[in-house]
């Protein structure tokens, strides 16, 4: 077994593993990853040296008993699934033709534990989405400050006795985003190093007390497109 064959069946652990008490019996989450990565390596059009091109849109079907297991996480799954298709994308240096769009639908001629996944590429903005992800849920930021903190007061609220009640601030103008912190206790980290104020490019990690949060951009579609997560029934338009 080769290195990435080993990290990825460790993350596909961590993935399951995080679902774990909610899933008992039926679909287990591991396999709609596993089958999602099958759907766009089989899809994967090459367009030149440099560009191949995957689906942007996917549909998960599932049997009537599933759909009500795995819609009761709602969107803490659907990033789940997001992080995972975007993550396989990056490794294989695959592109999409537009926003990334991931919505969960039930048929009921499935029986539990079965899946189909549907798919196609849709060409289209993509919206550019600047979030935070905090314990596995990812927090949009808006234009302008996003204050972080222990205090009810704060933008986004950390129960962690080491934050202050206004901590710091995430600056988001658009198109990049810097980190401020606003004379906090005990200081705030950027990738392992304590800052006053500092650039922040996608992919780091900023810490507050002992809470750990991850700073991305994530592309999506844009507004008016087919993008909830959750639906009955349905189908692939």
């Not at 993509?126 to 992800?133: I, R, S």
């Not at 900023?206 to 999506?220: D, S, Y």
């Amino acid at each position: 077994m080769g290195f990435l064959d080993k990290v990825e069946r460790g993350l596909e652990r961590a993935f399951n593993g995080a679902f774990a008490k909610t899933f008992k019996s039926g679909l287990q989450p591991v396999e709609i990853v596993s089958a999602l990565k099958r759907e766009i390596d089989t899809k994967a059009s090459i367009v030149s040296r440099d560009r191949v091109l995957v689906p942007n849109r996917f549909h998960i079907v599932v049997a009537p008993a599933d759909y009500d297991r795995l819609a009761s996480l709602g969107s803490s799954l659907r990033d789940s699934l997001m992080d995972e298709v975007e993550q396989h994308a990056a490794h294989q240096h695959y592109q999409f033709a537009g926003g990334l769009s991931i919505k969960l639908l039930e048929d009921d001629t499935l029986g539990e534990g079965q899946l189909r996944i549907e798919s196609r590429s849709v060409e289209g903005r993509v919206l550019w989405t600047p979030v935070l992800e905090v314990g596995g849920n990812r927090i949009p930021l808006r234009v302008g400050a996003n204050t972080i903190g222990r205090g009810a007061d704060a933008d986004i609220t950390i129960d962690d006795t080491g934050a202050s009640r206004r901590h710091a601030e995430v600056v988001w103008d658009g198109q990049r985003a810097g980190i401020r912190d606003l004379g906090s206790t005990n200081g705030t980290k950027l990738n392992g190093r304590r800052v006053a104020h500092s650039a922040l490019a996608p992919d780091s990690l900023v810490e507050i007390g002992r809470t750990q949060l991850l700073f991305k951009v994530v592309p999506q579609a844009a507004p008016g497109d087919d993008t909830g997560f959750l639906q009955r029934p349905g189908g692939l338009r």
